[in-house]
């Protein structure tokens, strides 16, 4: 079964804060003050490991990567489970991508603190012929370097990534 991910619906902002009348502005309000919002620095660390990955070489990993990070796979076929160390990953990444006829993993959408980063995917892969498209969260988690020290996936339907990885 396909999902789709659907934005939430429109809320009206003055049912937070009461009834007003007319557009709410933050002028109005002295404790809001303006700026420029800008994205959380671990959101971009992961939206440029995304731009570095899709090219299909894994060297940009070297230096992305914590050498204890700990890389872990889901579902139960050969490719899951924890990947530990850098060298055990870029290995993992070595083995799996180049047999690959296409490897796309679209942002949705990416949210971000100061040790996290989770970006809301779509999968859309091909292998010897099969197609995989799964929606799915990515989870790292970014050390005091800024290098990931652990990677998470959850996809919807792990028996359909066995399957394809198989």
Known sequence: MTRHWHPPPPFDVTSLVGQRSGAYSSADDPGVRSAAVTEHPNATRLRRLYELGSSGDTDWAADALADDIVWYVPGRGANAGAHRGKQEVLAFFRRVIPGLESFNIEIHDILATETHAVA??????????????????EVCHFDEQGKVSAFWALIDDTAAFDEFFA
């Open 120 to 137: 809301l995917v779509r999968y859309e892969h091909r292998r010897a012929g099969r197609a995989f498209s799964q929606l799915g969260a």
